[in-house]
């Protein structure tokens, strides 16, 4: 028998558990006095700090189904109920393994000429005085983004650069230390922010549900320090912290900033709202107890969306406005509010997705080139993510501007995105 059941039939047995309707009851707090969590034993679920934290079955939970097992009758008789579930299995629905496994065998081909379309866009910058050969800014985001992809180092990804060029996706193949320089350059950024959105745009259509939260990548390099009250040395590894917002049907990332380290998960919130809903329909975002504000119920409601965030233990809804509309929509209806706010978990996916396929750490050694890496990672994620719709969700290629299956394949129209000779083959 497990210490939480044998809390549960200790709090049966020596505390009143009050009954308010057929799914709801009041079991009191062993730990503070005149305090009590509300338990729904049918869905199940508990507002105790244990299950919100783990989503186990709690002592609560243990108490509540032991008193509806043993129901003592007004004649003194005991009723025994035997039928009772305490977790049910869940189920899913499994994909369909001949689209999963095209998508996945074809993805590498997919990648290179989608790279491709969404490169062909950056406007070359004005170069004065400048000695050597230039290359063209679609060819070095391209090289550096691919580079990221390929998980390869600078120098034993130039092989893989000369083929690119072979295939007509770049014009030149620039030097492994060229495509450093484009990691580490400040230029980068607002265009690899860019190629975020333009890769989730052609998924519009199947996103309205978004949820949002911060993850960290870890680096290659340590700062150290000195401890000014012990004067002991100490150290720890460098590490970007992204914020990121994503669709919760596919998990592609439809905006993303990085910050410094300490910056605040709240304040984040209504950026990535309003950039998202100038290409998207945001019906919901769903976040954590981080997101929780006024400010930021009002942002999502100012782009036509609901803001579904876990609150507090401490809160009121004392503050007025949407805050409190939603607070009392959480208290008095909690299984159908969380059935909006669990879709908060799909980051969670997204996050392990980008990590597991890109790595969770970081091969630049430069603050820069850090958050530069770490935005190329989600323009690869996005434009995998693309892929797999094309075959899964049925996305028609011909309507993102794809030849049928029979005819030289294109690639991709993003918004915005052409070249002067024409969709590469």
């Known amino acids: 028998m497990s210490t939480r059941k044998e809390r549960g039939l200790a709090i049966a047995a020596a505390c009143k558990i009050e009954k308010q309707s057929r799914n709801r009851y009041l079991v009191p707090s062993q730990s503070k006095a005149g305090s009590r969590y509300v338990v729904e034993p049918t869905y199940p679920c508990c507002d105790c700090p244990d299950f919100q934290e783990h989503g186990d079955t709690c002592k609560h939970l243990f108490a509540v189904f032991h008193l509806i097992e043993t129901e003592k009758n007004a004649d003194g008789s005991v009723t025994e109920t035997q039928t009772l579930t305490v977790i049910k299995k869940k189920t899913y629905q499994q994909p369909d393994w001949t689209k999963y496994n095209l998508s996945q065998t074809t993805e590498k081909k997919w990648f290179l000429s989608l790279l491709a379309d969404l490169c062909s866009a950056i406007p070359e910058p004005e170069r004065k005085n400048q000695r050597g050969r230039p290359i063209l800014a679609r060819d070095a985001v391209y090289a550096a983004v691919y580079k990221v992809y390929s998980g390869f180092s600078a120098r034993r990804f130039t092989t893989d650069l000369e083929a690119a060029k072979d295939a007509g996706h770049i014009s030149q193949a ?7 320089n484009v990691l580490d350059s400040e230029e980068a ?221 294109t690639i991709i129209r993003f918004p915005g995105c052409t070249t002067d000779d024409g969709p590469a083959q």
């Open 189 to 409: 950024t607002p265009i690899l922010t860019d190629l975020i959105t333009k890769s989730a745009s052609p998924l519009r259509a199947v996103e309205t549900e978004f949820a949002v939260d911060s993850t960290g990548f870890s680096g290659s390099r340590y700062i150290q320090w000195i401890d000014k009250k012990y004067g002991q040395p100490k150290k720890e590894v460098a590490w970007t912290k992204a914020h990121v917002i994503c669709g919760t049907r596919t998990n592609v990332i439809t905006n993303a900033s990085i910050l410094a380290e300490k910056a605040a998960d709240a304040p984040q919130l209504p950026g990535l709202v309003k950039k998202t809903a100038e290409t998207f329909t945001v019906k919901e975002v769903t976040g954590d107890k981080a997101y929780t504000s006024q400010a930021n119920f009002n942002a999502v409601d100012s782009v036509g969306g609901t803001l579904y965030a876990a609150f507090k233990a401490t809160a009121t809804g004392s503050i007025g406005g949407l805050f409190e509309k939603m607070f009392h929509l959480f208290s008095i209806d909690k299984e159908a509010y969380q059935q909006h706010y669990h879709r908060r978990s799909m980051i969670e996916s997204t996050f392990s997705m980008v990590k597991r396929k890109f790595g969770d750490s970081l091969r630049a050694k430069t603050d820069l080139a850090m958050k530069n890496e770490t935005l190329a990672k989600f323009v690869c994620h996005n434009i995998c993510c693309v892929v797999a719709a094309i075959y899964e969700r049925g996305i028609d290629p011909t309507f993102l501007g794809l030849a049928k299956d029979d005819e030289p394949r």
């Open 174 to 180: 620039p030097h492994f230390n060229s495509v450093l």
